[in-house]
């Protein structure tokens, strides 16, 4: 199977025709992101100052007789390019790896029925919580995939999806050599749902023929259980997770490298905090990778770990949140959280960091946000860095 997109595309466009009434009913999709990231780097001379907008306009058609179409595009422009995007030469400068690009980044054929649904085409995918597989949203140019994607409602409580990849457009843009995987890869996901929470498993068998160092294959289990304590509505709860993930395809290494995650926590309403430890294991030459998760999500905002080094990574964490409300002002929902990154096995350091959020609605259609990442690294090749993100999201 090679490239889906193109017959999606007439698909698609017969859809938006289907319907006598499709003019009256197609939806507008507008959505844009101004956002500033400043990056000061120890191991940088100089500071990045990265002002970036993101537009994505596309338009999604009625449903007919369960089918349903959609197209979008996406354009990133640099207001300030002070930064290095990865594509643009300055490699002096810090990376923030949003690139000017324009592309088309979704356009897919959806049928839904009683017992489930199908997608076929340039798609955005998200399972479970993206930490294997995601649409790294963070980032100014999506990550979105050419794929064909089935799921069904295997029983009441029990959801099963499953995906064949053929691309991965990555957010590297189309002048980056790593900006589209060529892919012939498996995705799948089961989710048993519970009053008391939830049981998954995973498994992502992942082959890159431009990146054969990036396929492997994974197989996971993971829980999810929350429960009430008293009747003011304060709930504990508790999640863990473990996946093995070995080597698959043209991969030239050979390992076998395992993960495991768990987090205790209360929770009362808007109000909620954790304890947790993740680990990534490595055997000296391959750490534990989730190449296709949101990893900006995990491990910090800083981004130190996106690539897991060789011989693991354990994060042990502490974090909070909650939403203020009051007569004056907007709802401001605040995060924070506190990282001890150390290697698995011995604990010596890497470093910590300390991530801030503090986000608010103006209006309907506007939100504004403001984070910061101060990472304070302890061993060479770490090196200290602080960064600020200012951004305002318009979506119609």
């Known amino acids: 199977m090679r490239h889906p997109h193109l017959w999606a595309a007439a698909l698609v466009s017969g859809a938006f025709c289907a319907s006598p009434a499709a003019a009256d009913e197609v939806k507008l999709i507008l959505e844009s992101r101004l956002r500033y990231e400043g990056v000061d780097q120890a191991d940088l001379a100089k500071d990045a100052g990265a002002l970036t907008l993101r537009t994505r306009l596309g338009l999604q058609t009625p449903v007919w007789r369960g089918f349903q179409g959609l197209i979008e595009g996406e354009n990133v422009l640099a207001v300030e390019d002070r930064y290095n995007s990865t594509t643009n030469g300055k490699a002096n400068l810090p ?3 949003d690139p000017e690009t324009t592309e088309l980044n979704r356009l897919q054929l959806s049928w839904t029925g009683d017992k489930g649904a199908a997608t076929v085409g340039r798609q955005r995918i998200v399972l479970g919580s993206a930490r294997f597989v995601g649409n790294v949203g963070f980032r100014q140019n999506e990550q979105t995939f050419d794929a064909v994607r089935l799921d069904l409602k ?34 799948a996901q089961a989710d048993w749902k519970q009053p008391w929470g939830q049981l998954s498993a ?21 829980v999810q259980i929350h429960k009430p304590i ?11 997770a473990y996946a093995r993930q070995t080597d698959h395809a043209a991969n030239p290494l050979d390992f076998e490298v395992d993960y495991a ?10 109000t909620w905090g954790s304890l947790g430890v993740e680990r990534l294991d490595g055997d000296g030459r391959r750490g534990f990778s989730t190449p296709l998760a949101t990893l900006h999500a995990f491990q910090g905002w800083a981004d130190v770990f996106l690539a897991t080094p060789p011989e693991g990574v ?11 409300r009051t007569q004056a002002l907007p709802p ?7 990282h001890r990154f150390t290697l698995p096995d011995d604990g010596d350091p890497y470093g910590t960091e300390i991530d801030l959020l503090a986000a608010a609605p103006l209006g309907k259609r506007l939100t ?25 999201d318009y979506r119609y």
């Not at 295997?154 to 589209?180: C, H, I, M, N």
């Not at 304070?376 to 600020?388: C, E, H, I, L, S």
């Open 95 to 97: 990376v923030v790896a």
């Open 154 to 187: 295997a029983a009441k409580d029990l959801s099963v999806t499953y995906a064949y990849v053929d691309r991965v457009r990555r957010v590297f843009g189309d002048d980056s050599p790593q900006g589209e995987w060529r892919s012939d890869s498996h995705l």
């Open 202 to 222: 995973h498994g992502e068998w992942l082959d890159f023929a431009n990146a054969p160092t990036q396929s492997s294959a994974t197989l996971g289990l993971g």
């Open 230 to 240: 008293s009747a003011d509505g304060l709930k504990g709860t508790l999640e863990a």
């Open 261 to 270: 995650a768990a987090s205790v926590g209360l929770r009362k309403g808007d």
């Open 314 to 324: 354990q994060d042990l964490n502490l974090k909070a949140g909650a939403t203020l």
């Open 332 to 338: 401001i929902r605040l995060v924070a959280a506190a």
């Open 368 to 392: 504004l946000e403001t984070k910061v990442a101060w990472f304070d690294g302890d061993r060479p090749g770490y090196a200290d860095r602080t960064k600020v993100w200012v951004s305002l």
